[in-house]
């Protein structure tokens, strides 16, 4: 069995927001980002124009173009990235809005399901990108190969 676990897409989106925060001013390019966590442009691609389309980040083209943060790393609340980008988050069959399990109508494990899945969400609730980024701005640009412009 494995765990919960995130969509690939929502742990993309989380890195590249990572990438962007720890120099919040500076744009950066999908290759940049691409390469520093060695994941393919065109899956950080759609996942850039999905950010964008959200509000969370301010794409823009051309030679002098790349990604930026359309808000400061303070601003970003994980809980509300991770449900802007998780489109599912039912952790069983019957927390589904067309679930079909024949116990569900005396069951209460969706209860129980679903106050630890509110619980998950207001711990990251008080986590923001800044939180996320932390003290440790210096050591992730090194990781990530950031060189200040």
């Known amino acids: 069995m494995s765990p919960m676990q995130l969509t690939r897409f929502t742990d993309y989106g989380l890195r590249m927001l990572i990438h ?30 999905d950010l964008g389309a959200l509000g969370y980040i301010e794409p823009t083209r051309g030679r002098r173009g790349g990604l930026k943060l359309a808000r400061p790393p303070a601003e970003i609340r994980l809980g509300t990235l991770v449900r802007d980008t998780e489109k599912n988050v039912a952790l069983v069959e019957c927390m589904q809005p067309d679930g079909n399990c024949i116990i569900q109508p005396a069951c209460g494990l969706q209860f129980a399901l679903q106050e630890a899945l509110e619980a998950f969400f207001a711990v990251l609730d008080e986590y923001t990108l800044a939180d996320a980024v932390g003290r440790k701005r210096a050591k992730l640009a090194g990781l990530l190969q950031i060189v200040s412009s």
């Open 20 to 49: 962007l925060a720890v120099e919040p001013e500076r744009r950066a390019p999908i290759q940049e980002i691409a390469d520093a966590y060695g994941i393919s442009k065109a899956h950080l691609t759609k996942v850039a124009w």
